[in-house]
Nanobody, 119 residues
């Protein structure tokens, strides 16, 4: 079983930056695709970014392209989401998740970390 723990959320002003971290247990972190998702109040959870396990192929949602950067350190079993130029519409609970190779969905989820951006 894999466990994920997010950290790094907080209250910031528009234009500020935050870096979220996602610490994973288990020995096969490097095989999994890492994803970040977010859910704002009253809205459905939405995809933010992902990075594959070894090849490091990146994918971003349009609203965060050019502002957010996803990365991972497989030696530390940790993933990151660097968020620059934050906007009030980025306010949400941010979740990290892992996708097992060959799976059609993200299989493991963290508990989430709150990001609040004031105008």
């Amino acid at each position: 079983q894999v466990q994920l723990v997010e950290s790094g959320g907080g209250l910031v002003q528009a234009g500020d930056s935050l870096r979220l971290s996602c610490a994973a247990s288990g020995r096969t972190f490097s095989d999994y695709t890492l994803g970040w998702f977010r859910q704002a109040p009253g809205k459905e959870r939405e995809f933010v970014a992902s990075i594959t396990g070894r090849a490091g192929v990146l994918l971003y949602a349009d609203p965060v392209k050019g502002r957010f950067t996803i990365s991972r350190d497989n030696a530390k079993n940790t993933g990151y989401l660097q968020m620059n130029g934050l906007k009030p519409e980025d306010t949400a609970v941010y979740y990290c998740a892992l996708q097992i190779p060959g799976s059609s969905r993200f299989d493991y989820w963290g508990q989430g970390t709150q990001v609040t951006v004031s105008s």
